[in-house]
């Protein structure tokens, strides 16, 4: 389904030639970066190479010193996180994701509530958006959550997770960026969220998962793309490479070219 | 997918749910048992001559409270109410005493329409000024809002050397009527304060809002996580200046309430009221690190605050016991509720 072969021709999200600077730090350097519809590309490298900077330069919330980036074949300009929704990307942060005290359908709405009359003054429509929050979990396989009226503090980690990207692909998104959905999960619950993820690939979407978990990645992800100090030194296809290569290159002892 | 062995949804309990999960019930139910208790003790307690009395004492600060709630559910404070309740009550008085000398007077109700939105405009325009410092300054509230308290007190003096003021030309009467009057009732209910109704319709559209509109769910996301609400796009700068400008004019409110039931607007007015109004609206549950704070709860810890008071005046203890038994209460509704949530996980 996703060995290269079937996959659309041409990539949903380019970025060329992306560089960032901030002060003396040269975060980014000539960075190329491609998603194609219904793939999951892993993002790794280490600390400080500087994945969440080309995270962010997507998102909308860094603007790129140079390079360009073309989505769905145009050039576009991202210049906050607003028009990065509006193009139809979505980033799920690691933990600045949800408030706890309000519920589940209150935390997928949050922002773009639907209601009825003038835009901040008119009625809530609950009942429409818990419906809306219920199909979106149901289409996305998310079946541990079947009360969306419970707090999310009620929630467990990979149940909030689940929330946080259900969240952002509700909004007819084709690119979904995730900051390390894992990381503070355990094996079930990671396992939740990886089975999302494949979910979310197999409806088309294209996905940036970040990752410092090889397993993680080399079990949901298509192709691999490393970054070395602000700079992409190599792009595997799973099915082509192993983890030792992957570490090689993230350690810089291997200087495969892309 | 076969997934299985994942956490659910916990199961909760109904008193674990909603409003009877909430502080809030808790000091509704610590009330009831009060009221009881001193019906039992004293007779003069729950004759209507008294339940009136107690309607209108706790109104004066109740309107405030609603608006401090506000705040504090959006994890912020406002110290300034109490001043700000003097400096409206200052401005309405000078207001109609200006438009009297200046024997301006329209119609019937001008003086009175246009002296009470100039206190307001005043309160609104300390409101803004709260919200820009913590909004768009990033200033911390409590010590935006300390010197907010101390600035208007201060001009509160200046204003009229220090003398305080009082209501005065064509409409006096029609102001004392609108803000102090009691509404008779038939037999055996008591009347009803006037200030008791603006209470209750303003607690109605509070709940309105903050239940049933965005802007309320806003208010609640602030408290509960201001960076996801802001990068979820929710616009976090406007709602909380619009919820410190509400505070500070429902302040305002409260002072021209007290005003017109005093027949004037001393300087001193409402001195030190913040710590009764934040006090009541912790007890009534709202939560000073955000998030968590209701219309209701806001006025069942007026009222408890009203009745303690009340009840040691009927029982002849000294009323300088008030203030001691309301902090006891403060820290036994945060305990009780601490120990309730430690249950609850
Ligand atoms: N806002 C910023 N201001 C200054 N320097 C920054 C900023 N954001 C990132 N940097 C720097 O840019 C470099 C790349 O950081 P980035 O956060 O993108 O790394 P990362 O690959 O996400 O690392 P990690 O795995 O630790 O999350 C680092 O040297 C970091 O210190
Ligand atoms: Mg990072």
């Known amino acids: 389904m996703n060995d290269g072969s079937g996959l659309a021709a041409a990539p949903v999200l380019a970025l060329s030639g992306i560089s960032k600077r901030f002060g003396a730090v040269q975060a980014l350097t000539d960075v190329d970066f491609e998603v194609f519809p219904g793939e999951v590309v892993a993002l790794t490298g280490d600390n400080g190479a500087g994945k969440s900077t080309l995270i962010k330069v997507i998102a909308g919330t860094h603007a790129p010193d140079a390079g360009t980036i073309r989505f769905d074949g145009a050039e576009v300009s991202i210049n906050s996180p607003r028009q990065a929704a509006a193009l139809g990307i979505e980033t799920v942060y690691q933990d600045l994701a949800l408030c706890d005290n309000l519920d589940v359908a209150a935390n997928m709405f949050l922002g773009r509530e639907t209601v009825k009359g003038p835009a901040l003054l008119g009625r809530l429509s609950d009942l429409d958006m818990e419906r809306r929050a219920l199909e979106v979990l149901k289409r996305l396989n998310v079946t541990t959550i079947r009360n969306v009226r419970s707090p999310v503090a009620m929630l467990s980690g990979g149940q909030r997770q689940s929330v946080a990207i259900s969240r952002a692909v509700m909004w007819n998104s084709k690119v979904v960026l995730l900051d390390e959905p894992t990381a503070a999960l355990g094996v079930a619950q990671t396992h939740e969220v990886l089975e999302l993820i494949k979910e979310l690939r197999a409806q088309g979407l294209g996905v940036v998962l970040i990752s410092h978990n090889l397993h993680d990645v080399f079990e949901v992800a298509d192709r691999i793309a490393v970054l070395r100090l602000g700079r992409n030194v190599a792009t595997f296809r799973r099915d082509e490479t192993t983890p030792e290569e992957v570490v090689a290159a993230i350690t810089g002892v291997l200087e495969t070219t892309k | ?345």
């Open chain 2, 1 to 345: 997918m076969g997934v299985q062995g994942f956490s659910n949804v916990r199961e909760t309990r109904f008193w674990q749910r909603g409003f009877l999960a909430s502080q809030s019930a808790y000091v509704l139910g610590a009330l009831v048992v009060l009221i009881v208790v001193m019906a039992l003790s004293s007779p003069n307690f729950l004759t209507e001559r008294n339940i009136s009395n107690v309607m209108q004492n706790f109104s004066f600060i109740a309107i405030a409270t609603l608006g401090t709630t506000l705040v504090i559910i959006t994890a912020g404070i406002d110290l300034s109410v109490g001043s700000t309740m003097a400096l409206t009550a200052t401005a309405t008085s000078l207001a109609m005493r200006w438009l009297n000398d200046a024997g301006f007077y329209p119609f019937p109700g001008s003086a009175f329409i246009l002296s009470v939105a100039a206190g307001l405009a005043t309160a609104g325009i300390i409101g803004l000024a709260n919200g820009f410092a913590v909004a768009k300054l990033k200033l911390a509230p409590f010590v935006t809002t300390l010197g907010t308290l101390s600035i208007v007190r201060g001009l509160t003096y200046v204003a009229t050397q220090g003398r305080g003021t009082s209501p005065d030309g064509p409409d006096k009467g029609l102001f004392l009527a609108v803000t102090s009057a009691r509404i008779p009732m038939p037999e055996g209910i008591p009347n009803l304060p006037v200030a008791f109704i603006y209470l209750i319709a303003l607690a109605l559209v509070m709940w309105v809002a903050l239940n049933h509109t965005a802007w309320g769910k806003h208010v609640y996301a602030i408290g509960g996580n201001e960076a996801a609400a802001r990068l979820t796009g929710v616009n976090v700068d406007r709602v909380k200046i619009g919820v410190y400008v509400l505070c500070s004019v429902s302040a305002g409110l409260n002072g021209i309430i007290i005003s017109g039931w005093l027949g004037s607007a001393p300087a001193n007015l409402a001195n030190a009221y913040e710590l009764t109004i934040i006090a009541a609206a912790v007890i009534g549950g709202a939560n000073l690190f955000g998030g968590v704070g209701t219309a209701a709860g806001a006025i069942i810890g007026c009222i408890l605050i009203e009745v303690i008071r009340n009840g040691l005046v009927l029982a002849r203890v000294d009323p300088y016991w008030q203030q001691t038994l309301v902090g006891c209460i403060i820290v036994a509704a945060v305990f009780v509720d601490r120990l309730r949530s430690g249950r609850t996980g």
